[in-house]
Structure formats: C-alpha cells, structure tokens
C-alpha cells in the first residue's frame, strides 16, 4: 500500500540513470505523437489526394488501407519482440512505417499510395504493441498507468494538432508535405529508442545465437494465415458496409469465406504444428486474458461507433455543421485524457485496479443511457456533456485492463499479451464503424421508404447527408426523422454493449502491481487461489 511519502512517478530502473530513462521515454511518446498526428492529417487531406490522383473514387481506401494493415500485423510484434529483441523490432517497425509514409509523398498515382499506406500500416502498428512492451519493461507495472496517461496525453495533442495542420499543408505546400514532414520526428525518436533501449534478460539469454536461428524461431504458416484471416474478413465487412455490397455479392461471400478457411488453417497451426505460435492462444482460455481480450474488443466497437455515428446525429438528423459536430466530441477527447490519467494516479496510489475499472465501465453506461435519449428538445449542454462520461470510462477501462493483463501473465509473456490486447483493440474499432454503418443504412433505408415514396429520392439521401439541405422542409423533416430513427436504434444497441463491457470487468482479477521493474511475481490480492498467475508460472517451466 502506498503511503504519503510514496513518490507519484515511478522509480527509474535500477539499472538506467534518470537522464537514459528521460530519453527512452522521450522516444517512445515521440513515435505515440506522430502516429497520432499522421491518423488525422491524413484523414484530413483525403478529398484533397484524390483529386489530385484523379481518383476520388478509391479515396476511402487512403485510410482504409492502412487501418487493414495495422490490423492485421498488430499479433505478430509480441512474438517478434521476444525472438528478435526489443530494438531490432522497433526499428524494423518504425523503418517500415517511415518508409512506408515517405513514399507515400512521392507516390505517383493511387495504386502506389494505397501500397504505402499499407506498408506504413504493417509498421505503425509495430510501434504502438513494441513501444507499450518497451514501457512495461522499463516502467514499475505500479506506475506503468500514469505513464500511459502521459502518452495518451501526447496522442491527444497530437490528433488535435493533425487535422488543422493537414488542412493548412494541403492548402499552401500540397498535401505530399503532409507526409515528408513526419520524417524528421520520426528520425529523432528512433535515434533515441536506437541508443536507449535495454533489452531484458529473456532477450539477452539468446542474445548469442545467430540471426537464422532466430528467424527460424518465427511462426510463418500462422503468421500468414492469421493475416489472411484477419484481413479477408475486413475486407468482406468492408465491401458490404461502406461499398454497399449485398450480403450475396461475390466479392463479400468469397472474402468471408477466404477468411474462414484461413482461420481453420490458423487453428491448425497454432495447436498441432508451431512450436512457438504467433498467438498462444492458450493464453485466452485463462481468465483474465480472456475477459481483457473481450472487454478490449467490445469497448473499441462501442467507442468507435459512438465517433462515427454521434457527428451523423448532428449533420443528418439535426443539419448541422460538421464543424459543429466535431465540437460535440471535445468534452470526450478531453474526459479521455482525464480517465487516462486519474486511473494512472489511482494505481500507484493504492495498487488496486479492480474497483476503479468497475466504476469506470458504469461510467460508459450511463453516457449511452443519456445518448438513446437524445431528441430535438434535448438542452445543448446535455449534447455536450453525454459523451464526457463515455471518454472517461473508455479511457479508464483500457488503462487498468492492460495492467491487469500484464499483471496476470509470466513477464516473459508481456509481448505476447500486449500483442493480443491490440489486436482485439484494433478489430474491435474496424467492426465498430463497419457494423454500425451497415446497421444505420439498413434502418435509415427502410425508414425512408416508410415515409418517402420517390426511389430516386431515397437512394440520394442514402448516398449523401448533404442532399437533405436542398430537399423541401416536409421531406426535410421525414429524412431528418428517419436518420434519427436509425440512430437511436444503434443507441440502444450501444447500451447492449455497454452492459457487456460492465459484465466482462467483473471476472478480471485483481493482481499486486509490483513497484519495482524487477518485482515478484504477481498474486492475486483477495486470497491466494489457483488461477491465471499458477498456471502462467506451471507453463514458463
């Protein structure tokens, strides 16, 4: 237990001065920072590269392209991080990634960005597993949310700071300086990661076997038939909710279909052939890996339903700005950096994790109980304030599960499990947007035909919120009262969700967070039983 004389910062490494902890921190958030930044500059500048291509119709795949890739990549750098070391994976990521990027700058056509956003997406997602892995190898696992918090910090400034810069680029420079100009941080940060990272003892054990035995080490059938599977299944769900591909459409049934078969061929793999699986899968039969694993999924696709589909209340069933739906979502940005932080201060000050997390997850509830509420008398301050909850339980809850994750596995196991956390993450936010816009434009079709009889009519509000404006103010009324119709439908869909995410905090065990790097294993702190901590150790042997 802490006491008042208990340091709020975490104890530097026993083995690192003060000025090398600084700097290896420094690296870290500077890759966190310009991940953030690049997500929104380019988001910015979409419309802007496809007309400058001459291929606006393949513009959505600028970002599409990219989040596919960190997908679908995101599994592979925990195993990677053990076998190689934690160097060489950073900076084979963060090469990928900057490369990736730069190239994408000079990209002489649309075929050739989408080639390099998927490369940098192979990479960026390298940064984010390898980075959190670094941090809990340096970090008191006690600390280790407050230094979270800290980089959610940066991650938030530099969204903020993305979008108007990509807007300025893209109206003074040209949007191909929206890219180049990523380099030089990225450069500062690797040097400093490349200087100042201390592999552990796991690493350094095998640090005298050659580089082809190493190599051999790696899971390739199940590395590549977990990417064929996470990303014909993307792409099946892609195809069916922002293409508007019937469910019998070829190219959705054979991708899906494609993604089965590649699954069965993981299964296969990871139980009978490799030797040291990409993903242990064995890991999620355990109870708190699994419910993290579940409650990281359900919350990425509730969040990021509720960031796509709350600005489509505002444009669409409101006809507002979107400049004044993006204003509704800074109450949750903030509360996101808030929840961050003030789980992070929680647990160093008391060690404990589990009832703040609980609280955290009824926070989310009620934020979505207040959104199925919503109508056209709702006051502007409740517009504002719904979300503020939801971004302080989202925050939260990541924070705390991750460190009651790390907290349950073998310290070996750490890349491992961070790997798994952030691809149950990542999938969770590319079914988050694709379910819900295929559920809104389900219900918002069927609501139109209900009220409006002219096809043609319906099929332009289907294909554009902008279309409503020009529309005479009956069948105004009639598209704005079947957007939010739809909406709210999905509202309450998110309330299901939120419920599940409060269900799965609750088997997640509640372990002792060391305050050294180097700490003893971790127990369970309501009674010594035999559970994830035994059998983690029962495997390491």
């Known amino acids: 237990m802490a006491t008042e004389t208990t340091p709020l910062l975490a104890k530097r490494p026993e083995d690192a001065s003060r000025w090398d902890f600084a700097l290896l921190m420094t690296g870290i958030w500077s890759l966190v920072f310009i991940g953030s930044v690049d997500a929104t500059i380019v988001a910015t500048l979409i419309s802007t590269i496809g007309s400058s291509l001459k291929s606006m119709q393949l513009s959505s795949w600028i970002g599409t392209a990219y989040l596919l890739s960190l ?5 592979l750098y925990g195993r990677l991080a053990n076998i190689l070391g934690r160097r060489p994976s950073m900076l084979f990521a ?3 990634f900057g490369v990736g990027t730069a190239l994408c700058g000079l990209a002489r ?14 990479g960026g997602s390298g940064m984010t597993v390898v980075g959190s892995v670094i941090m809990s190898d340096s970090v008191p696992l006690k600390s280790r949310g407050l230094y979270q918090g800290f980089g959610n910090l940066l991650f938030g400034l530099g969204g903020a700071i993305g979008a108007p810069l990509g807007g300025w680029l893209g109206d003074t420079i040209g949007w191909r300086a929206a890219f180049l100009c990523q380099s030089p941080v990225l450069a500062f940060g690797l040097l400093l990661l490349f200087l100042k990272i201390r592999e552990p003892e796991l690493v350094l054990a095998a640090a005298n076997t050659g580089i082809w035995f190493k190599l051999k080490r790696i899971d390739y059938a199940g590395s590549a038939s977990l990417i064929a599977t996470i990303l014909t299944f993307l792409l099946g769900m892609h195809f069916k909710s922002t293409m508007g591909d019937d469910w019998s459409h070829p190219r959705v049934w054979a991708s899906l279909m ?18 040291e699986p990409v993903m242990p899968l064995t890991m999620l039969k355990r109870r708190t890996p699994g419910f993290v694993a579940l409650n990281n999924f359900l919350i990425a696709v509730l969040t990021f339903s509720t960031l796509y589909n709350v600005p489509l209340y505002f444009t669409a069933a409101r006809l507002r700005t979107s400049a004044d739906a993006g204003a509704h979502l800074i109450p949750n940005s903030v509360f996101v950096a808030i929840g961050s932080l003030l789980a992070g201060w929680y647990m160093r000050k008391t060690g404990r994790y589990w009832t703040f997390q609980a609280v955290a997850s009824l926070c989310i509830i009620a934020a979505n109980l207040i959104l199925v509420s919503w109508n056209p008398r709702t006051s502007e301050w409740v517009l504002y304030l719904t979300l503020a909850p939801s971004g302080f339980g989202f925050a939260a809850v990541l924070t705390t599960t991750l460190l009651a994750l790390i907290a349950s596995v073998p310290r070996d196991d750490i890349p491992l499990a961070t ?4 691809l149950f993450r990542t999938t969770g936010q590319v079914l988050g ?18 009220r409006i009889p002219d096809e043609n009519t319906v099929s332009k509000i289907l294909d554009s919120t902008a279309y409503i404006h020009t529309l005479p103010e009956e069948l105004q009324l009639k598209a704005m009262e079947s957007w939010a119709l739809a909406l709210r439908t999905v509202f309450y869909c998110q309330i299901g969700l939120a419920v599940g995410i409060f269900l799965s905090c609750l088997p997640i065990e509640e372990y002792s967070l060391p305050d050294t790097v180097k700490g003893e294993p971790a127990k369970h702190t309501a009674g010594r039983v035999e559970g994830d901590a035994e059998e983690g150790r029962e495997e390491e042997r």
């Open 71 to 75: 997908c679908a990549f995101t599994p």
């Open 94 to 96: 963060a090469t990928l």
């Open 109 to 122: 056509n649309m075929w050739e960005l989408l080639i390099c956003r998927a490369l940098a997406g192979m």
């Open 258 to 275: 494609a993604s089965a078969v590649s699954l069965c061929v993981f299964l296969l793999v990871e139980f009978k052939v490799a030797a």
């Open 419 to 422: 790997g798994i956390s952030y």
């Open 433 to 450: 947007v694709s379910l819900s816009a295929t559920l809104t434009q389900a219900l918002l079709a069927r609501n139109l035909r209900a």
